[in-house]
């Protein structure tokens, strides 16, 4: 009953935190270009826009330097617990604020406030749900369990995206975009308390306990010696987490840009596909998760990678005025399905790398560090690429660029796999640690 307590909590925890992210991410192409920088021209407005929602990520370091710290000093229950609230207060916010037509330049500022409060709080969120699970549930499934985590992200997707296409329909395009926006920001507060309802009823995770029980071997100055010890594997935390997340935003948020502005569709099709591209990348994540429990984690991560690269080919070279809705259903299914294997086996990876002592603090600095270099600029160069070269190949070229980095060290890496338990990296000397 314990370990079905502790997952249904990190995962509906997780979802939530998610939801808050995406729904930001998905307004910042469809709403805030128009109502917080409306004195811009419509391109700047949209780059305006995304570089907001990219301050979110600037701003995930440093949630994950402190959280980390935490996390390794205090518990990973207690940081779930305060990332969790501080995510729900910025996002409830968002829908409160006034508009740039209401209050001019303090809009926008207030905004980006919101969404940097945001970032630091699923700083110590993403990784902390992993690790809690990691070193909570049974090793010789620890790749399917962590990937409840994991596929926490297009299930967050899948529930923005339902909600604004129920909003949209309800409203109309126009009651949308005047007000009806906030509808689904005012939602995060009732989701937020299920979140911390199920997250207080969660007991640490059995590692750190024990762990904790030996104070004198706790370490306190993790990030030092994270970075004295661990910097070869935090290197390959990084180079794979950035890979995915550009192939996340691009597959998600930038498509949303694209396919509204570029290809010519409306914003209801689009979501719709995203909603059923994100769905089915639920059910990749749990098989790719199961493959990579019996296989191994890199042979999942390599091919993952691989298929993301070559099908973001098929969906960004789509042509407008040509492509159907149903070929952009199938070619977004198609990247979200490829991107779902990268997560099936990705967070099972990343745990096993560090030592229980300093994992939070490692894994939380490499994680988020990783998703500034991804997440926050991907939609950002989309869209300036797709303005200068007027096509989306120079989109897929650079998600494919970005994911070479990320094969040669998964290749490089040992197998994970059949370490006997999360905390075998700890068990050899720190020089050998640091190869």
Request: aromatic share 12%; net charge positive.
């Amino acid at each position: 009953m314990k370990r079905v307590n502790l997952m249904v909590a990190s995962t509906v925890g997780t979802t939530l935190e998610w939801y808050d992210f995406f729904a930001f991410a998905m307004c910042a192409v469809l709403v805030f270009d128009k109502l917080f920088f409306s004195a811009a021209d419509p391109f700047m407005a949209t780059l305006l826009a995304l570089g907001t929602f990219a301050a979110g990520f600037l701003a995930r370091p440093l949630g994950g330097v402190i959280f980390g710290i935490l996390g390794d000093r205090i518990g990973r229950k207690q940081v779930l617990v305060v990332s969790l609230l501080m995510m729900g207060f910025g996002t409830f916010a968002v829908g409160l604020l006034p508009t740039y037509a209401t209050i001019g330049i303090a809009a926008p500022i207030l905004l980006l406030v919101l969404r940097i409060v945001q970032g630091i709080a699923v700083g110590g969120e993403a990784t902390g749900a992993i690790l809690i699970i990691a070193e909570s549930m049974p090793s010789r499934r620890r790749a399917f369990w962590t990937s409840f985590t994991m596929f926490a992200g297009p299930l967050a997707n899948v529930l923005a995206a339902v909600v604004i296409l129920v909003v949209q329909r309800l409203f109309g395009s126009d009651g949308f975009l005047e007000w009806a926006w906030r509808v689904p920001f005012f939602l995060s507060a009732l989701l937020i308390l299920l979140g911390f309802w199920t997250r207080r009823r969660v007991e640490e995770s059995p590692e750190f306990v024990e762990l904790a029980s030996k104070r004198a071997t706790v370490e306190h100055a993790p990030l030092k010696e994270a970075f004295a010890t661990q910097w070869r594997r935090m290197l390959t935390a990084f180079f794979l987490k950035a890979s995915e997340n550009t192939f996340l935003y691009i597959f998600s948020t930038f498509l949303v840009l694209m396919a509204t502005t570029y290809l010519g569709f409306e914003r209801g099709p689009v979501m719709t596909a995203l909603l059923w591209a994100s769905l089915f990348e639920v059910g990749v994540v749990l098989v790719a998760a199961l493959v990579a429990d019996r296989i191994g984690r890199r042979p999942v991560l390599l091919v993952g990678l691989f298929l993301s690269a070559i099908t973001s080919f098929a969906l960004f070279t789509l042509k407008p005025a040509e492509t159907t809705q149903m070929e952009l259903q199938l070619f977004t299914m198609l990247c979200m399905g490829s991107h779902g294997i990268i997560l099936g086996a990705m967070a099972a990876f990343m745990a096993e790398l560090f030592p229980t002592r300093i994992r939070f603090t490692a894994l939380s600095t490499s994680y988020q560090l990783a998703s500034v270099a991804g997440g926050s600029i991907a939609p950002i160069l989309g869209a300036i690429l797709l303005k200068v070269t007027g096509s989306g190949l120079a989109v897929a070229i650079y998600a494919a660029v970005m994911s070479i980095p990320a094969l040669i060290v998964v290749f490089r890496t040992p197998e994970t796999r059949d370490n006997p338990a999360p905390d075998a990296v700890a068990r050899v000397s720190p020089s050998a640690a640091a190869n």
